[in-house]
């Protein structure tokens, strides 16, 4: 995509795949043999910080092992003195090691962020407002790259380490931080670090496009990811690497205050019920054809008239407004239905369901859903509690009725094409709004931004 598309795609360090790019990661480490640069090696299909380790080539140095292996029994720091001697077991991923990260109380860290896609066909990313700042629990050196502890941000790792239950320097106990912590300690030293958030959020955006024209169709998936991004002393966001199913486990006081309600508002963002958030709800709203046949059963039976509503709504009111002894014979004549949907009355799905009706009918769409839930991605919405969405900038005029059509190669490439200018364009806006004047508050800057761009989405920013 930088060849391509060129320096808005700068935010990734130099990396090699390997085995297979390893000539270019052997020209690579010649042409920088004199700058004596550290490299990362981080093991395919690993997670938290299993297998990864730093390393330098040097001329004058002999191969030596590290002195000090961590509970994960990872060896941080190799010198070779030629590259041959770099050994992996499986495919790996090499890269250049940022070595100027910004340090909160000489402790490095990095960012997770949380990103949800609900659909690439139109392509609709939501970026959630509130995050974890991870940190190391040593003071960070160059001087000790053996020691992971200094080096890696995982908070499997950090978690063992001796310095996580200290009171540390700024960053105290532990070894999280929310964004909004993070935000006030930027205040504190005076830095004005509204414009790192709208790169780090075009550069979500543009991670997920270069991947986006290879992905199917779908009508009721989505794809939650985990970013990791590292801040310079520059304060430059470097995407460090993008997790499938990143881990939502309660370990500490912040994970309960980030990860609880961004659970509850990524079930609203997609429809689904707090409660019972199963393939049953799915099977009552897809099955229309079952669903008729529900209240066929119902009038005939009963010798009452069932009013045609939405699916849902009419087997809400199927259950709640039958007797018992109804109900027991509607299920009866409708095993594979309602056995396995709603076999018994639940209060809080219930009242989750009866909250989308208005009087007793539930809204109409203007147009066939793409998700069997209901949610339709042409016509996306701004926000869904702390979901912000990020792209569309702007959204399309909603056509209805339309059926869909796979593009053709060069539909995707100019589609590709025009939405990376779009960003760049969003960039420029916002380093002129920067250049105006660093004083202004927040809410300042986003006006400005959406008035230049005129843009009908809310700005990404965590709050302070």
């Not at 190799?78 to 990260?101: G, H, M, T, W």
């Not at 897809?286 to 008239?305: A, Q, T």
């Amino acid at each position: 995509m930088k060849k391509v598309h060129g320096s808005v795609y700068d935010f990734s360090p130099i990396g090699y795949n390997l085995p297979s790019e390893y000539t270019k990661l052997a020209e690579e480490c010649n042409r920088c043999e004199k700058n004596d640069k550290i490299w990362i090696c981080k093991p395919v299909g690993q997670s938290q910080g299993r297998g990864i380790f730093l390393f330098r080539v040097r001329n004058s140095s002999l191969k030596c092992k590290p002195q000090y292996k961590s509970p994960k029994s990872i060896n941080m720091c190799i010198f070779f003195q030629k590259l041959s001697d770099l050994s992996y077991n499986n495919a790996a991923v090499v890269q250049r090691y940022i070595e100027n990260p910004l340090l909160i109380g000489g402790y490095k860290f990095d960012l997770r962020l949380y990103v949800c896609v609900p659909s690439y066909r139109p392509l609709t990313i939501y970026l959630y407002k509130e995050g974890l700042a991870r940190f190391a629990t040593e003071k960070f050196s160059l001087e000790r790259l053996d020691d992971p502890f200094r080096h890696l941000t995982n908070f499997s790792l950090n978690k063992l380490g001796p310095g996580y239950s200290e009171k540390k320097e700024r960053i105290g106990a532990g070894c999280k931080w929310t964004f909004r912590q993070l935000r006030r300690y930027f205040e504190q030293l005076g830095y004005f670090d509204w414009i790192l958030w709208q790169r780090i959020s075009c550069l979500v955006t543009l991670t997920i496009l270069s991947q986006a024209a290879g992905i199917p169709k779908s009508s009721n998936c989505f794809e939650f990811f985990g970013f990791d991004v590292l801040i310079d002393e520059n304060l430059k966001p470097w995407l460090l690497e993008v997790n499938l199913s990143p881990a939502l486990s309660n370990d500490c006081e912040v994970d309960s205050e980030v990860k609880k309600p961004l659970l509850h508002d990524l079930f609203d963002l997609l429809g689904l019920p707090v409660c019972n958030t199963g393939l049953s709800l799915f099977t009552i709203w897809s099955s229309s054809d079952r669903i008729e046949e529900v209240e066929g059963e119902v009038s005939s039976k009963f010798g009452r008239s069932v009013k045609k509503r939405s699916k849902l709504g009419r087997e809400a009111e199927t259950f709640l407004n039958i007797s018992p002894e109804s109900r027991a014979m509607l299920r009866q004549s409708t095993p594979e239905v309602c056995s396995t949907t709603w076999p018994s009355y639940n209060p809080l799905l219930m009242d989750k369901c009866i909250r989308r009706y208005k009087g007793n009918m539930i809204e109409n769409h203007a147009s066939p859903p793409i998700w069997d839930n209901g949610r339709d991605w042409r016509a996306s919405c701004v926000r869904e509690g702390g979901w912000i969405r990020i792209c569309p900038f702007i959204r399309t005029k909603h056509i209805e009725n339309t059926e869909y059509a796979r593009p053709s190669p060069r539909t995707v490439e100019n589609e590709t094409k025009n939405m990376v200018l779009s960003i760049q364009k969003y960039l420029k806006a916002a380093k002129e709004v920067q250049q105006r004047n660093e004083k202004l508050t927040d809410e300042q800057c986003n006006a400005l931004l959406q008035n230049a761009l005129e843009l009908n989405t809310e700005i990404w920013l965590p709050e302070k």
